[in-house]
């Protein structure tokens, strides 16, 4: 969590518009240090409050304010620290948003949270709130959660067509999104729904909707009108593996394509479907992971890639997560280990997110 500090936002910037105007570069510094000092002290802030009421108060994150307020202190020229004045002045003002999401980008540097690398280390899986690992083959939370915070705007829809245990829909519904996930097997959409029953009651700003049904053919125009919506703006697609795990006997069960060639023919399926109500310009996600086959590595993220990019995407990134181990391959990690040094080959430790845009 990041840690945010309380300030009377309006009564900050006009402070800041006055001090821009200061000729000494001491003086400028003091007027800032004072600043800093009003900010940190906890009386500072009681009187603040007590001025002000709620009026005006905005949570800025501390580190990135006091980063700020240092970096002017330490500034060797006036035109320097005028223009960190000025700058920091506009992050408090100004808003700078883009079409597909909400971060202010006068303010990026308080988004240390979010991803911008290609390669995530992920140390643990969110399991706060209804998330848990009871779904074998689920994701963690933070891939949606990441993914939404870039891509999408509060109040757009997110499309899941392999929805499992609803880890996209709890997501959603924490970032204020609207969701529709697809899940073929009945049983688990039941199990998925009854789990999230509180998350669904609590639902009342947006929608969330969990149907069964089977991806490759689902008619999605329908089901988002079902709940008063045409399209979506971004969807993110987690499907089986192949046949690392067997989800269901259902024959249209992407983990039961008889072949390589036909998993990725029904994924290709899909993505037709997908693009039919995904907005122009948004952004589609794929997660997805190798596997071995007879000792020859099966590369399904690059396979699925090229069904996108076949369909006219553009490629925005290859990110690089790494995979937890799962729980039948911790028990066995030397014997993987003596495996691969014996078979000429490396033990699994990532997936990919294929992230692209639709033109
Ligand atoms: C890797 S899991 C997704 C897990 C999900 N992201 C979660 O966190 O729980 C893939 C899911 O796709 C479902 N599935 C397989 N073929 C499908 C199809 N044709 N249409 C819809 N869902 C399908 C499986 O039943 C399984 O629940």
Avoid at 106 to 111: G, I, Q, S
Avoid at 112 to 125: C, F, H, M, V, Y
Avoid at 134 to 155: A, D
Avoid at 241 to 258: P, Q, V, W
């Amino acid at each position: 969590m990041q840690e945010t500090l309380t300030i009377n936002v309006r009564k900050t910037i006009r402070a800041l518009a006055r001090i821009e105007l200061i000729g000494s570069l001491v003086k400028l510094r003091q007027r800032i240090a004072k600043i800093r000092v009003t900010m940190l002290s906890e009386s500072g802030r009681k009187s603040l409050k007590h001025r002000t009421g709620s009026n005006g108060l905005v949570s800025v994150s501390r580190n990135y304010l006091l980063g700020e307020l240092r970096q002017i202190e330490e500034t060797r020229t006036i035109e320097r620290a005028r223009y960190y004045v000025r700058r920091l002045r506009r992050a408090l003002s100004d808003v700078k948003t883009s079409p597909i999401n909400d971060l202010n980008l006068h303010r990026w540097k308080e988004y240390r949270n979010i991803q911008t690398d290609s390669l995530w280390i992920l140390q643990k899986r969110d399991s706060s709130g209804p998330h848990s690992a009871w779904y074998w083959g689920n994701f963690v939370p933070q891939i949606p959660h990441q993914l939404m915070l870039r891509y999408t705007k509060k109040g757009d829809w997110v499309l899941d067509p392999f929805a499992g245990s609803g880890t996209t829909l709890i997501e959603c519904h924490r970032l204020g999104r609207n969701c529709l996930g697809v899940e073929l097997q009945p049983s688990i959409a039941r199990k998925t729904r009854n789990r999230l029953k509180d998350v669904f009651r609590k639902d009342d700003s947006g929608s969330l909707a969990l149907e069964v049904g089977d991806s490759t053919k689902a008619d999605f125009h329908s089901l988002l009108q079902r709940h008063g919506t045409r399209s979506v703006q971004l969807a993110i697609l987690h499907p089986p593996y192949h046949d690392i795990i067997r989800f269901s006997r259902k024959r249209n069960d992407l983990s039961n394509a008889g072949s390589t060639e036909s998993f990725t023919n029904m994924f290709g399926e899909v993505i037709d479907n997908v693009g039919k109500v995904l907005d122009e310009g948004r952004y589609l996600a794929v997660v997805i992971g190798d596997k071995y086959e007879e000792g020859e590595w099966i590369p399904l993220g690059f396979l699925l890639m090229a069904e996108v990019l076949k369909r006219g995407y553009k490629l925005k990134s290859i990110v690089v997560k790494n995979f937890e181990e799962t729980l039948g391959k911790r028990n066995q990690k030397e014997l993987w280990r003596y495996r691969a040094l014996a078979g000429g080959f490396f033990v699994f430790k990532h997936e990919y997110i294929l992230i692209f845009q639709k033109r």
